[in-house]
């Protein structure tokens, strides 16, 4: 699980390096202000411990969810910084834990420990902390001086000592008992072969790889798989070496997903035109004999979908259905330049593809008596960002959410399937979710517009049985990613915003209105903390 300081309206799926990110289309983020898609058992309901922080003057402020109560921490920064983005992980919920900071300059701060309900009881952890992570239990991962501590029962054990000039990315397992550690390397196309390490945080024992390449590397939740390509070869980390598990090949097509599928599919050096399918034992199989290119996506259902050559020798797209060819399809082409686009929702009986050189979004039926059937749902968009669905019931999923740009617009417009919902959403990309359950269906979504007085704002929305409401207008920031299962029940927005002062206006959503709470603030504090993989990353 990885921890990356990042803007929360940034979400891509942008090739993966260290592949710490390799996950990160599925990235959820939690927290008390999380910055983050939430998982279903962290948002069902408000409780009376959720809380936001927020800047205003030089002190840290606390806004309860259910009173609005507000309550000073104190002083936070010796020199004016502000700290915008700080990983406060949700409180452990046996522990009723959370963290906290003062004398932020710039790059370290003093962290603290205390109760949301003596939140000003505070406990002091460590000096000079670059960045944290508080475990499920209550336990704290820190780094101070370039040193990776464990934090527990009010004694700090040093774990890991960085060089002078190393930048080191710290991943952790999800059972948040095992840290892989491995140097960053900010030029990818470099020549990189280094040192990896393997911790346990309880037992302090550390297992060291020696000279692994970490520009394509893949690893599993459980830290379990970790493996990596260098040199036409295919390496594990197991057993306090490097195993080869295939040689002679191509980069795996599937390398951000290795570890986890525990399945390569590649071509071989000599091999261009064969692409084969390998396992973690090195045991081969011929999949296809006319590839041409590979469409990247998560494994799901034994679901393959690849370029290829047909018998009369016109490209086509084949999608394959644990291991039977499922359809062909004409006219779905892509390039070296334009990789087709896939989407498979969540209890979804489609599978989705888009080409931006066609232009075109199709979808293809996995089953049901229409099985292997193609459908052209939109030809006339040029970008496209499929969205998130969330489910809470059983019903299934027959629609897809997504934003794109009609040819010949500029702004993104809002779309299920081949209708448009909303147009005009934005000139970059706006976030969406669509929500399902047994009873209601519903929209929650964001526009995007610029603003002669204040540069970009937005403006927050539910649309609901043809009904778009407005939730909040002229926002320069809000407390967390958009909350699907409340309808922006409690949530808090920075409004108003005054560049030249750089501040604005703290306004909660209460029973279907704005209510104001706090004047002069200057940001939130936002969370980020995966709840999915990793800890540490460093604040830049």
């Not at 003062?102 to 505070?122: A, F, H, I, V, W």
Request: glycine share 6%.
């Amino acid at each position: 699980m990885e921890v990356k300081f990042m803007s929360k309206k940034i979400a891509s799926k942008l090739p993966v390096v260290l592949c710490f990110l390799s996950i990160c289309l599925l990235a959820i983020f939690t927290s008390a202000c999380s910055s983050g898609k939430k998982p279903a058992d962290s948002q069902k309901s408000t409780s009376s411990n959720k809380f936001s922080l927020y800047l205003k003057g030089d002190n840290l402020y606390m806004a309860r969810y259910d009173n609005s109560e507000i309550i000073d921490l104190g002083p936070c920064t010796t020199n004016g910084s502000v700290m915008e983005r700080f990983p406060i992980k949700q409180y452990s919920i046996d522990t009723d834990l959370f963290c906290s900071f003062s004398d932020y300059d710039g790059e370290t701060y003093t962290l603290y420990t205390s109760t949301p309900k003596s939140p000003t009881k505070r406990t002091k952890v460590a000096d000079k902390v670059t960045v944290h992570y508080i475990l499920k239990n209550g336990d704290i991962l820190y780094i101070s001086n370039k040193e990776l501590f464990f934090y527990k029962g009010g004694k700090a054990v040093s774990l890991f000592k960085e060089g002078e000039e190393e930048e080191m990315r710290y991943t952790i397992s999800d059972d948040e008992d095992t840290l892989f550690i491995v140097p960053y390397n900010r030029n990818s196309k470099k020549e990189f072969i280094v040192d990896a390490y393997f911790i346990d945080i309880y037992s302090g024992k550390k297992t060291i790889y020696s000279d692994i390449n970490p520009n394509i590397l893949s690893r599993s939740f459980d830290l379990d798989t970790v493996c990596y390509f260098n040199d036409n070869t295919l390496y594990q980390l197991k057993d306090g070496s490097s195993k080869k598990i295939v040689t002679g090949i191509k980069q795996p097509y599937n390398y951000y997903s290795v570890a986890h599928d525990k399945t390569i599919f590649t071509s071989k050096v000599d091999e261009p035109g064969l692409l084969y399918k390998f396992d973690l034992d090195g045991n081969e199989e011929l999949v296809s004999d006319t590839f041409v290119d590979f469409v990247e996506y998560e494994n799901k259902e034994d679901l393959l979908a690849c370029i290829e050559k047909n018998s009369e020798g016109e490209t086509v797209l084949k999608i394959r259905q644990n291991g039977e060819i499922l359809g062909e399809y004409k006219d779905i082409k892509g390039s070296d330049d334009d990789k087709i686009e896939e989407v498979h929702p969540y209890n979804s009986k489609y599978w989705y593809f888009f080409s931006k050189e066609n232009n075109k979004l199709w979808r293809v039926t996995l089953k049901g008596d229409s099985k292997g059937k193609i459908e052209l749902m939109n030809d006339n968009i040029s970008d496209f960002h499929d969205m998130y669905t969330d489910k809470k019931g059983k019903k299934e999923n027959d629609s897809l959410l997504y934003t794109a740009k009609i040819l010949g617009n500029n702004y993104y417009s809002l779309f299920i399937d081949g209708n448009i919902v909303i147009q005009n959403l934005g000139e970059y990309y706006s976030h969406a979710n669509l929500v399902l359950d047994d009873t209601e269906t519903y929209i929650i979504y964001n526009i995007s517009l610029p603003k002669a007085s204040a540069g970009y704002t937005d403006t927050y929305h539910i649309w609901e049985n043809g009904k778009d409401t407005i939730v909040a207008e002229n926002v320069k920031d809000y407390d967390g990613f958009l909350p699907e299962y409340e309808k922006f029940d409690k949530t808090y927005f920075l409004t108003d915003y005054d560049e030249s002062k750089g501040t604005g206006t703290l306004k909660q959503y209460i029973n279907g209105k704005l209510k104001d709470i706090d004047n002069d603030v200057k940001g939130f504090v936002m969370n980020n903390s995966s709840s999915t993989s990793s800890i540490l990353y460093k604040y830049r």
